[in-house]
């Protein structure tokens, strides 16, 4: 498996088959137990990746930053004004000339577009560290959170209230691949992307599991392992926080709406979170919360993607 993901790209999970995904997550649990144990790991020692920043970033710089560290490497950020990409050099030319000096790229950006320029003109590994589209990097340490607190991923049920934005797309595609039951529930206008809907749902046809893209809260929680939510106004829509705030009052994840949800379900949040607006304190700061387990798994789930394809 190693050998065959050695040198591919980590745009997103639709790319990747459930076998790669489970070594990824098997290698996550690993160095994490490697770590945690004080166990020297640095397959990519004398290697350098490139970070480039177009968005702002707490977990994603600094698990990135250490992960490199932690494997032998060393990592450079680079944010659009440490860069001429930001003064309008094309993404094409920054690939080819950042793939003579790097052994690897990961790009925070907005547009999903930009990844994929990126990584057609690069001819080193290209990591999506977050687009509009799609967060893999969070989405596959949020699977390693649940099957570590759970045992399995087979058969769960996740339920993701809010906006069907980029972390949706990816739990959505990643609970296709790994043969869990996904249900969404997002006010009219808020759905995730049909066409992103319609390739989960293949997907999930052929590994025994189901996708349902509902509006009602309380029916996607209904019987769910775990309630995902995430904030109203992601990057780049903080104009929209008013109109939104309106549109997605009867989805915060509460004390009433978890009501529905199994009696030991997770909840989980990718942060930062907006304690009073999509989440309530009581949930985010109670005992069924797991977002600091999702946190510090950015960290292992990213040094398996890295120490894979470099």
């Not at 932690?70 to 003064?87: E, P, T, V, Y």
């Not at 050099?89 to 790097?102: F, G, Q, V």
């Not at 930009?114 to 687009?131: C, D, K, M, Q, Y």
């Not at 009602?216 to 109203?232: G, K, M």
Request: hydrophobic share 40%; proline share 3%; aromatic share 8%.
């Amino acid at each position: 498996m190693a050998a065959q993901l050695r040198g591919r790209d980590f745009l997103g999970l639709i790319d990747y088959k459930p076998e790669e995904i489970r070594y990824l997550l098997d290698l996550a649990i690993e160095l994490k137990r490697k770590q945690k144990n004080g166990e020297a790991f640095q397959p990519l020692k004398g290697k350098t990746l490139g970070m480039i920043f177009e968005k702002s970033s707490t977990r994603t710089r600094v698990s990135f930053e250490v992960g490199m560290y932690q494997l032998g490497g060393h990592a450079l950020f680079l944010s659009r004004n440490d860069i001429q990409m930001g003064r309008g050099e094309t993404i094409r030319d920054t690939a080819m000339t950042m793939s003579r000096y790097l052994d690897g790229i990961i790009i925070r950006t907005f547009g999903h577009r930009n990844v994929v320029e990126l990584a057609r003109g690069a001819t080193v590994p290209v990591i999506n560290a977050l687009s509009d589209q799609s967060h893999p990097c969070q989405a596959l340490a949020d699977y390693q959170t649940v099957l570590e607190k759970k045992g399995r991923l087979e058969g769960l049920k996740i339920a993701y209230i809010g906006d069907g934005n980029n972390m949706a797309h990816s739990l959505m595609m990643g609970a296709s691949k790994l043969g869990m039951h996904f249900a969404s529930a997002s006010p009219e206008g808020y759905d995730p992307d049909p066409e992103i809907v319609r390739l989960a749902k293949e997907v999930a046809a052929e590994n025994g599991s189901r996708i349902d893209v509902l509006r009602d809260p309380r029916e996607a929680v209904e019987n769910a392992d775990i309630v995902y939510t995430d904030v109203w106004a992601s990057m780049g829509f903080e104009e929209e926080q008013k109109q939104r705030e309106k549109a997605f009052a009867q989805y915060q994840v509460n004390e009433a709406l978890v009501k529905s949800a199994k009696a030991d379900y997770l909840f989980m949040h990718c942060l930062p979170a907006h304690r009073g607006e999509e989440v309530s304190e009581g949930i985010i700061d109670g005992p069924h919360s797991v977002v600091f387990d999702e946190a510090e798994n950015r960290l292992h789930a990213q040094k398996a993607i890295l120490a894979a394809i470099m």
